[in-house]
């Protein structure tokens, strides 16, 4: 058990550029999430996979965000067009079962210049 | 699934000296689920207690639930400077989707 990994760990872009973020989960685990997080709140859900299906897809998620987990394994999370908003820590978290815990990655920082 | 509220939002102790958070949520759960978040990492589980325990133990962790008010408590023992962080509760209720609240930050001074 390697744990979930996150890549990259920082991210400096300008506004309106396009960034892609890349979870490698535990690797058992069928459920796939991404939250996001910004200074001083709890994380917020993004996104949920299991498997290769995105089962459900926050309001907080504009058309800009775009999230794929081909074959089941590692996920991607891209946001188009980035702005000054987007600018947060980005969580993958992996889980074996629904409702048993979830084990999370240490994230991507944006920001959005 | 459901948002767990944290109280207090910060809490600063002396090291040595207990540490106790709560948690209140709104219907009835599965389970509940306690995380820890050190700065700038992701967010760790702690300890999962099922809607038929009152409490559980891990190590210095103590959590108590009662689903009669519908809370549940964190205590950590000894705190240590190590400890500082945020921490989180997570009431499920059945499904897959895990909420998170703001979380209790606590500092120890050492």
């Known amino acids: 058990d390697t744990g979930v990994s996150q890549d990259p760990r920082h991210k400096i872009t300008k506004r309106g550029q396009n960034v892609t973020f890349r979870c490698d989960p535990i690797s058992e685990h069928n459920r796939l999430y991404w939250y996001r997080q910004t200074l001083g709140q709890g994380p917020e859900f993004l996104t949920y996979?299991?498997?290769?299906?995105?089962?459900?897809k926050s309001r907080l998620l504009s058309d800009r965000f775009s999230a794929e987990r081909p074959k089941g394994s590692f996920s991607t999370l891209e946001i188009q067009r980035t702005e000054q908003g987007d600018s947060a820590m980005y969580l993958c978290a992996s889980s074996l079962e629904e409702a048993s815990p979830l084990h999370f990655g240490n994230g991507t920082r944006l920001t959005v210049t | 699934s459901q948002q767990g509220e944290e109280d207090p939002q910060a809490l600063s102790i002396q090291e040595g000296e207990n540490a106790t958070m709560n948690c209140s949520y709104k219907?009835?759960?599965?389970?509940l689920q306690w995380y820890r978040q050190n700065s700038g990492r992701g967010l760790v589980h702690l300890i999962l207690?099922?809607?038929?325990?009152r409490e559980k133990h891990s190590g210095r962790l103590r959590v108590t639930l009662d689903t009669s008010k519908k809370s549940s408590s964190l205590l950590i023992t000894a705190s240590r400077a190590a400890d500082t962080a945020s921490y989180f509760c997570?009431?499920?209720?059945?499904?897959?989707?895990?909420?998170f609240g703001a979380g209790t930050r606590l500092f120890v001074k050492a």
């Open positions: 997570a009431p499920n209720t059945g499904g897959f989707k895990t909420i």
């Open positions: 996979f299991q498997n290769e299906a995105q089962l459900e």
């Open positions: 207690i099922r809607s038929n325990e």
């Open positions: 219907t009835s759960i599965n389970n």
